[in-house]
């Protein structure tokens, strides 16, 4: 069975740093490109951040450039978001999902599994 566990989520004030970690079980980790996810209240998901099944290749947001990193460790089965810099409006729950199909990473609809999601909460 696959599973996907997100952690690492809080309340944080604006310039503050978190890293959220997934977990990752019941597959060939290292096989798949892997993508966090996050949706804010009455926000369609958005796409965040890509990471290639060899780690080498990284997709990120406008939004989040520079400010987050991706990352994984395949020895581990677990996908990192090392998120700096937080403002306001990147409170929102994030999700790790395992990429199931071919298309753009940043789709929703290319993703088969989802973890169930860690809330990340910037408030002064």
């Known amino acids: 069975e696959v599973q996907l566990v997100e952690s690492g989520g809080g309340l944080v004030q604006p310039g503050g740093s978190l890293r959220l970690s997934c977990a990752a079980s019941?597959?060939?980790?290292?096989?798949?490109?892997m993508t966090w996810f996050r949706q804010a209240p009455g926000k369609e998901r958005e796409g965040v951040a890509y990471?290639?099944?060899?780690?080498?290749?990284?997709g990120y947001a406008d939004s989040v450039k520079g400010r987050f990193a991706i990352s994984r460790d395949n020895a581990k089965n677990t996908v990192y978001l090392q998120m700096n810099g937080l403002q306001l409006e990147d409170t929102a729950m994030y999700y790790c999902?395992?990429?199931?199909?071919?298309?753009?990473?940043?789709?929703?609809?290319?993703?088969?599994?989802w973890g169930q999601g860690t809330q990340v909460t910037v408030s002064s």
């Open positions: 019941g597959f060939t980790f290292s096989s798949y490109g």
């Open positions: 999902a395992r990429k199931g199909s071919a298309g753009y990473w940043y789709r929703p609809d290319n993703y088969n599994y």
């Open positions: 990471v290639n099944s060899g780690g080498v290749i990284t």
